[in-house]
């Protein structure tokens, strides 16, 4: 289980990007990756076992990498550090221990459980207080829940008919960098093996079956927020965009470890996935994969199978890293994103969706105005509210003066506040390996001791923080 690397030697550009792998691989002290210059017979064997349309038509001037799932990554030599994150990925990565498992079923999946049983084929049988309060716990102490025979079949029978005739106008998931790339930038983004799922939003919610799922889960939503445990935290959850119908067609096709809402201002609180399909079993991959707090954190939490009619809710937040594992055969997922009004009235485009009611519904068929103003932090803003229409487009100086009213930050400022010394240090380091500079020296200057002996094992991608707590291998458990 390897990481084929296939690089053109007579490169400098490839050189300098096989450089920082190498140097890499040695401070992970994991044999990761197996390197075949190009051309030679190594570099060709791998280049055999490349379906043909994955397959690059010449190596000049390029790194290209096959992963252990048979996903090929090309161009590396213009992002290492893409690869570099999938051997730290590699390294780092650790399974839950059997006590974890244990701990993890205890609270969140065998109590749901027991309520699905108990409630003998009854439709919504996760409405009843004891089930909900369960979810909530289950959320509140683990970030996450899941129900099985969520939908009536029938519902589940028109959605998945839904996605078939849609299939044809899916277009690629984006991810966070597509909203900053244009042209071709944006179509590179957008072919990138990191997403890689097709997608189409019901923002009307009229295909067939989404009125009804739609329904069920605001009601399920509307349960949690009378739970305790889950009450205060979605207090301001009355909006919900389009349902987003994903279909990941095989071929090793992933999304790779993400949070949904990075920076926590894009005003998603909850995501919740409902999973279409029929007699899947392990061989088929496509778990969603749920770790620990935290994107540096390579502790996996759970595995989830996404099985026909299986509903799974989670924080949207830091607290929920996931990544959907290579797919071998088609996967569906519905998704919905149920958002905080008070979080989206602080920065510009969240603000702005609260007034395109064909983007953002208000849930379980509440007041638009009235939970406008309840998302409020006071009365200067509500007043400001409750003069605005409820379904407008903004020019810039009404922009600018709700951007004075509601102390909008940009996604750059928060960035920036988020950002760590060590996070710039690397980037730094890395920008130096890449001109030229050798790897460790680059590394040593930016990054005090960092790299040093007993630190070398520390992520670079993830955030570095001091005294990272890694996760120990399960074999490593008294
Ligand atoms: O399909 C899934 O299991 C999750 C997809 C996901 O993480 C996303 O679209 O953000
Ligand atoms: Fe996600």
Avoid at 178 to 196: H, I, M
Avoid at 240 to 263: C, E, Q, W
Avoid at 311 to 324: A, D, K, R, Y
């Amino acid at each position: 289980m390897v990481i084929h690397v296939l690089y053109d030697a007579c490169c400098p550009t490839c050189l300098r990007a096989i450089q920082l792998v190498t140097f890499r691989e040695d401070t992970l002290k994991a044999a990761t990756t197996e390197l075949h210059p190009w051309p030679s017979a190594g570099a060709e064997e791998v280049l055999r076992g490349m379906a043909f349309g994955e397959r690059p038509a010449s190596l000049r001037g390029r790194v290209w990498a096959k992963l252990s799932s048979g996903l090929v990554l090309p161009n590396c030599q213009e992002d290492p550090m893409r690869l570099i994150y999938e051997m730290e990925y590699m390294a780092f990565v650790r399974l839950p221990t059997p006590q974890i498992r244990a701990h993890v079923d205890e609270i969140v999946v065998l109590p749901l459980e027991r309520a699905r049983q108990d409630a003998k084929g009854r439709a919504r049988w996760w409405s009843s207080p004891s089930a909900l309060r369960s979810a909530a716990r289950a959320l509140a102490s683990q970030h996450f829940a899941v129900f099985d025979d969520f939908l009536p079949e029938a519902t589940c029978e028109a959605l998945a008919a839904s996605a078939r005739s849609a299939r044809p106008e899916m277009q690629r998931g984006a991810t966070g960098a597509a909203s900053k790339a244009t042209g071709t930038d944006l179509a590179k983004v957008l072919n990138e093996p990191s997403r890689g799922d097709v997608v189409k939003f019901c923002d009307d919610g009229k295909m067939s079956g989404c009125p009804e799922l739609l329904d069920a889960l605001d009601a399920l939503v509307e349960g949690l927020q009378g739970c305790e445990e889950t009450r205060q935290r979605l207090r301001c959850v009355d909006w919900a965009n389009g349902a987003m119908f994903a279909i990941y067609p095989g071929n090793a096709s992933r999304y790779i470890k993400h949070v949904d809402n990075t920076l926590g201002t894009d005003g998603r609180c909850l995501t919740a996935v409902l999973y279409l399909n029929r007699d899947w079993t392990k061989q088929h991959g496509g778990s969603l994969r749920l770790f620990e707090p935290g994107m540096q954190n390579c502790q996996v939490k759970r595995d989830v199978e996404p099985i026909w009619n299986r509903l799974v809710v989670f924080w949207s937040t830091q607290e929920v890293p996931h990544e959907v594992m290579a797919c071998y055969k088609d996967r569906l997922a519905i998704s919905v994103w149920f958002l905080c009004g008070a979080q989206s009235l602080r920065s510009r485009e969240p603000f702005t969706r609260l007034f395109r009611p064909e983007k953002l519904r208000c849930i379980a068929g509440r007041d638009r105005r009235q939970r406008l103003l309840h998302a409020a932090a006071n009365q200067n803003e509500r007043e400001a509210l409750a003069q605005l229409p409820l379904d407008c487009t903004f020019t810039q100086q009404q922009l600018s003066e709700q951007a004075r009213i509601f102390h909008w930050r940009t996604e750059e400022d928060v960035q920036k506040d988020q950002d760590t010394e060590q996070d710039l240090a690397i980037r730094t380091a890395v920008a130096k390996a890449l001109q030229g500079v050798p790897a460790a020296e680059a590394f040593q200057a930016a990054v005090p001791d960092k790299m040093q002996s007993a630190k070398c094992s520390l992520p670079l991608r993830f955030e570095l923080v001091e005294d990272f707590p890694l996760p120990r291998r399960p074999q490593d458990d008294p």
